[in-house]
């Protein structure tokens, strides 16, 4: 079973940049498609960014499109979101997550296909 750690959230200004880290235990990581989810103040949970078991393939909200980037290293056990451009509607607690997938390419987007969750890390931007 793998268990996830985000890191890296913090208090920016609007056009600043974080990168969010997500530390991952146990040997099995690989076999995982990730995503990144974020829940704004007052919002349910939604959609930021996935990416496929091997890092070939990656999808993104509309809302984030051209400004963020999602990654992994397998060998590292590690996956991030480097976030560019920050706008103050993009504060909101950060989550990612890690889901069971059968294909190395295969994208999942849907939340409800996620049962490993991390805690999630804050980030707030400022205008």
């Known amino acids: 079973q793998v268990q996830l750690v985000e890191s890296g959230g913090g208090l920016v200004q609007t056009g600043e940049s974080l990168r969010l880290s997500c530390a991952a235990s146990?040997?099995?990581?690989?076999?995982?498609?990730m995503g990144w989810f974020r829940q704004c103040p007052g919002k349910e949970r939604e959609f930021v960014a996935a990416?496929?078991?091997?890092?070939?393939?990656?999808a993104y909200a509309d809302s984030v499109k051209g400004r963020f980037t999602i990654s992994r290293d397998n060998a590292k056990n590690t996956g991030s979101l480097q976030m560019d451009s920050l706008k103050p509607e993009d504060t909101a607690v950060y989550f990612c997550?890690?889901?069971?997938?059968?294909?190395?390419?295969?994208?999942?987007?849907?939340?409800?296909?996620?049962?490993?969750w991390g805690q999630g890390t804050q980030v707030t931007v400022s205008s």
């Open positions: 997550a890690a889901a069971p997938s059968g294909g190395p390419w295969t994208i999942i987007t849907r939340e409800s296909s996620y049962d490993i």
């Open positions: 146990g040997r099995t990581f690989s076999t995982y498609a």
């Open positions: 990416i496929s078991r091997v890092g070939g393939n990656a």
